[in-house]
């Protein structure tokens, strides 16, 4: 039994999209949460009025709900033209936080940084936590996030402070005001035949409850670090993860223990139990009902590898004997404890870019019987989606408006962007638990009862 006390929650940006989400579970298992935030939208928890870039009023708040445990979600939305305010809230903001938090003695900081903060403008396949920023980000929005992540990770064990950040990528869900209106925009100005690019490129996207869920898991796990045994080493790199199939289904493959029967001659001796495994309801079954599941095969690339963890490990013991002489320095864990570490949350489901607004659209179409039928669709290479766009931006900067469609922008339709979990899943022991399409389902039904549409 844990002796740890119950945590104590300050939710900084809990009115916001995903803040807000976060709220609503830690009330789901009865929870202590207050939030603390510039505006306040919800009035069924202490609420705490505030500038994220201004220590003094955090830590009255930090003070006043007596928070163990601070979620740092806030932040300006992706896309609004004004560098100086992701660098007052991520970073200064999220220095603030850092602050107040050590100076008033809280044990936990979970951070809400972004995928985008690796985004490099090319190719991301499968990327893991292994992969930094480029020198140069995209945007001040992942600038500011990367720097505000920077400053987490190097807090990590300062006055007892421990700290976790987490890297959604594609946030999508109920309450969403950003993508979903700008998939509603297109789709009432009937231009959802357009697509730029060639559609083969996979993209992450995560429904909003699963991050949430997150959330909350890395800081059920934020404790002070210990030296793992090798059993317990095992337990957490050497089990088999069954593939992520909330949207497709899964699919069971017949083996010599479990299959279905077929024709035959003369059944085998062991006839109904190999048909019972596999029809059973249980999903594991063809696994579990035999002594030999399916064995996980690394090789020395891998970041959960044997020799992998263990470079790390040497690493992070030569990093904490050249700073004890520091009584505050910051504490380097085990990679695999949640503490000092990053981890990628997303749905686990990578799909093709346009099919992600195709399926929003079709909801919409089906629940609008004023809408034109569909339009042949239109097809711009990357490379006409990129001179339009700087056309875009030049007569934007002209007319003193900024543009809807940008090079950003068609640089990120246009690119694989997915990520490994398995770091997520395997210490944090995150999975999701609402696919890409009951979570587009979800959004649509949320946003047409919000426009009185339904």
């Known amino acids: 039994m844990s002796t740890q006390p119950k945590d104590i929650y300050l939710v900084i940006g809990g009115s916001g999209f995903l803040g807000r989400h976060i709220v609503d579970k830690l009330l789901a298992r009865g929870d202590s949460v207050s939030i603390f935030d510039i505006v306040q939208r919800y009035h069924d928890v202490p609420f705490y009025s505030g500038d994220i870039s201004e220590e003094a009023q955090v830590a009255q708040a930090v003070q006043k709900s007596g928070a163990t445990c601070i979620m740092h979600v806030a932040s300006p939305p992706h896309g609004i033209d004004d560098p100086a305010l992701y660098w007052k809230v991520n970073v200064d903001g999220t220095q603030a936080v850092i602050n107040a938090a050590i100076a008033n003695g809280v044990r936990k900081l979970v951070f809400t940084s972004s995928a985008g903060v690796v985004f490099n403008g090319e190719d991301l396949v499968n990327i893991d936590e292994r992969l930094t920023p480029p020198e140069k980000s995209m945007d001040a929005y992942n600038e500011s996030k990367a720097k505000g992540e920077q400053l987490v990770l190097a807090a990590n064990g300062k006055g007892g402070l421990l700290t976790v950040a987490l890297r959604p990528s594609g ?14 925009q297109v789709f009432a100005r009937n231009q959802t035949h357009f697509q ?94 035999i002594s030999h599941p399916r064995p996980v095969v690394r090789s020395r690339f891998d970041p959960l590898s044997d020799q992998a963890i263990a470079r790390a490990r040497e690493h992070a013991s030569l990093t904490r004997k050249e700073k004890e002489a520091d009584a505050d320095s910051s504490v380097v864990t085990d990679p695999l404890q949640v503490a000092g570490q990053v981890f990628f949350i997303t749905n686990g489901e990578p799909t093709y870019f346009w099919d992600f607004p195709r399926a929003v659209w079709r909801s919409l179409r089906a629940s609008s019987p004023d809408a034109p039928p569909e339009r042949g669709r239109i097809t711009f290479p990357r490379e006409v989606g990129m001179a339009l766009a700087y056309a875009a931006e030049w007569w934007g900067w002209l007319v003193g408006k900024e543009p809807a469609f940008t090079r950003f922008r068609v640089t990120f339709s246009c690119v694989h962007r997915w990520h490994n979990i398995e770091k997520a899943r395997r210490v944090l022991g995150y999975e999701p638990e609402v696919g890409l399409e009951e979570g587009v389902k979800r959004m649509v039904e949320w946003w047409k009862s919000e426009h009185g549409t339904s």
């Not at 309450?175 to 979903?180: A, L, S, Y």
Request: net charge negative.
């Open 171 to 184: 946030i999508f869900g109920p309450g969403d005001r950003q993508v979903m209106h700008g998939l509603s």
């Open 196 to 289: 730029i690019g060639d559609n083969t490129n996979l993209f992450d996207w995560t429904y909003v409850t699963n991050v949430a869920h997150a959330h909350l898991l890395a800081a059920d796990k934020l404790v002070p670090p210990k030296q793992l045994t090798e059993e317990e080493t095992q337990s957490i790199i050497n089990y088999y993860l069954p593939t992520v199939s909330l949207t497709t289904g899964s699919h069971r493959q017949p083996t010599s223990v479990a299959r279905p029967l077929g024709p035959y001659v003369e059944p085998p001796p062991d006839a109904e139990e190999i048909k019972a495994r596999f029809e059973s309801p249980d999903p594991k079954a063809p696994y579990t009902a």
